[in-house]
């Protein structure tokens, strides 16, 4: 049952945004992936047609106005991960299906319909975000095994990132190709710059499991300030699917597992309050650039998937 009081403002149906549903053949499923609602009104999405190669797409709220956006990477992209910047631009990484690396570029819609390089090529499936004020730059990266790691974009890492396990203090950010699940170091993952400080979400007890086990492996909010050193906010999350952070970094929302229910979650920061805003298989996030609204992707299960727009 939904939350009391929810208001669902807006309701974007997938085969309306995938394309004109005259061209969808019975049968087909629609498929959206991450979302960014930047600061030119516009919800960006990346969408997929059963098994046809990935799109990159935006529309204005009211399902009108669909087009397709060319993200600006030197190749086919097989998936997308899109992160709105407080600079009103848009951290796209395009990960190439015949090379398996993966083009972090950074996306001016305002302006014209192509990309701006922000950072070359990195192995292995990841998805950027950076701070435009301060230059700070972290990627998530996972593999086939359900492995989450940090990864750092900026040139200075002086200040490395640590979180307390069990008394010793344990680096989380010094991302490593090809290194074990098995490994000491904790999975991190979904790094939410704000400012000086920095919020991420780590699993202590990931250690020796793999796929579906690690995935529900307990996670942890953090929140670390210039000593790089992560302080605990909220714990209780599991499988996070989506996050995303306002702009004046007030309002984390969360799409995954918590008590015992797949929802959508509102997080009070910096006390780390949190209540339900929806239930439902939610991933992709995105908050509005007026912090009032926010876009997700509801998953439909054997039907089109959708992306909702909600009320904070």
Request: with cysteine.
């Amino acid at each position: 049952m939904r939350t009391a009081g929810l208001r669902t403002t807006l309701v974007l149906m997938a085969v309306l945004i995938a394309g004109a549903a005259s061209s969808c053949r019975l049968g087909e499923k629609v498929w959206i992936g991450d979302v960014a609602w930047l600061s030119d009104g516009r919800v960006y999405y990346e969408a997929r047609i059963n098994q046809a190669p990935n799109k990159l797409r935006s529309v204005r709220p009211g399902g009108k106005d669909v087009r397709d956006e060319q993200a600006g990477a030197g190749c086919e992209a097989e998936e997308y991960g899109l992160r709105a910047l407080p600079n009103g631009r848009m951290a796209v990484s395009a990960r190439c299906g015949y090379s398996g690396t993966t083009e972090v570029l950074e996306y001016d819609a305002g302006r014209t319909p192509q990309a701006e390089r922000r950072a070359g090529s990195l192995s292995s499936w990841v998805t950027a975000v950076w701070d435009p004020g301060t230059g700070r730059g972290y990627f998530d990266a996972r593999d086939q095994l359900s492995c989450r790691r940090l990864g750092r974009m900026d040139v200075d890492a002086a200040s490395p990132l640590y979180v307390d396990a069990a008394g010793d203090r344990v680096r989380v950010d010094n991302f490593t190709l090809g290194e074990p699940c098995e490994s000491d170091r904790p999975d991190a993952s979904w790094p939410l710059p704000a400012g000086p400080d920095l919020y991420f979400f780590a699993s202590l007890q990931a250690k020796g499991l793999r796929g579906d086990q690690r995935l529900l492996a307990p996670q942890v909010l953090y929140r670390a300030g210039a000593d790089g050193f992560g302080h605990e906010v909220l714990g209780g999350f599991a499988d996070v699917r989506g996050a995303a952070l306002s702009r004046d970094g007030g309002t984390l929302v969360v799409a995954a597992k918590r008590d015992g229910d797949w929802a959508l979650w509102r997080v009070d920061l910096p006390g780390g309050k949190v209540r339900r805003l929806a239930d439902g298989d939610y991933s992709g996030v995105s908050i509005a650039p007026d912090g009032k609204h926010v876009a997700a992707v509801l998953s439909g299960g054997a039907d089109d998937d959708e992306i909702r727009v909600l009320q904070l």
